[in-house]
C-alpha cells in the first residue's frame, strides 16, 4: 500500500507518493511523475539510490524536524510529512524562535564566514561557506535575528556537529 506524504524540499512543497515493491524496491509518485527506485542504506548514514540505471550516493543527518541531505549537488534540507497527519501540521511554514545553533552537518572546511557577532540577519541569510565532500555549501540562517556568536573563521576544518554560529 503506497504512503502519501507532503515533502517540503527547500522551503518548496511537493505531493508525494512511495509504495514499497519489494526488499529495496520502491515506486516513487513526484506529482505526475513516476520512478522506479533501488533504495539501500550502506553506511550509517549513508545511501545509495538507483533511478533509470543512474546511482546517487547521498549522506542524511537530522537537524530538528529537518533531514539535511548531501550530494555532490550540495545540500538539501527535506521534511517529510504524512498526509493523513497533514491536518496537524499548518501549511504556513514554521517561524523558529529563541536561540539557533548553526552546527556542521559534516566534516569540511570553512572557506567564507559572510556575518560578523552583532550582525541583523533574515531568514535564509547565507552566513558561511563550508567545503564538504568537493562541493562549497551555504549555510544559511533558519531565522530572522542577531548574531551572537561566530564560532569558526575562513580556513579552519570543521568536524561533524561542530557549532559553527550561534542567533537569538
Do not use: C, W
Not at 153 to 164: D, P
Amino acid at each position: 500500500m503506497a504512503k502519501q506524504y507532503l515533502a517540503t524540499l527547500d522551503g518548496t512543497e511537493h505531493e508525494v507518493e512511495i509504495e514499497e515493491v519489494s526488499g529495496h524496491n520502491y515506486l516513487v509518485s513526484l506529482g505526475e511523475r513516476k520512478f522506479e527506485v533501488d533504495l539501500r542504506q550502506v553506511g550509517g548514514s549513508s545511501f545509495s539510490i538507483f533511478v533509470d540505471s543512474r546511482s546517487f550516493d547521498f549522506e542524511v543527518s537530522r537537524d530538528g524536524e529537518e533531514m539535511v541531505v548531501a550530494s555532490r549537488g550540495g545540500l538539501s534540507r527535506v521534511t517529510l510529512v504524512d498526509k493523513s497527519r497533514r491536518a496537524l501540521v499548518s501549511s504556513a511554514r514554521r517561524v523558529q524562535s529563541g536561540r539557533i545553533e548553526i552546527k556542521a552537518m559534516m566534516p569540511g572546511r570553512v572557506i567564507a564566514v559572510l556575518i560578523q557577532p552583532g550582525d541583523d540577519v533574515t531568514a535564509d541569510q547565507g552566513v558561511l561557506i563550508v567545503e564538504a565532500m568537493k562541493m562549497e555549501n551555504e549555510l544559511k540562517s533558519p531565522k530572522a535575528g542577531k548574531v551572537l556568536e561566530v564560532k569558526v573563521e575562513a580556513g579552519q576544518t570543521v568536524e561533524k556537529g561542530a557549532l559553527l554560529v550561534v542567533i537569538e
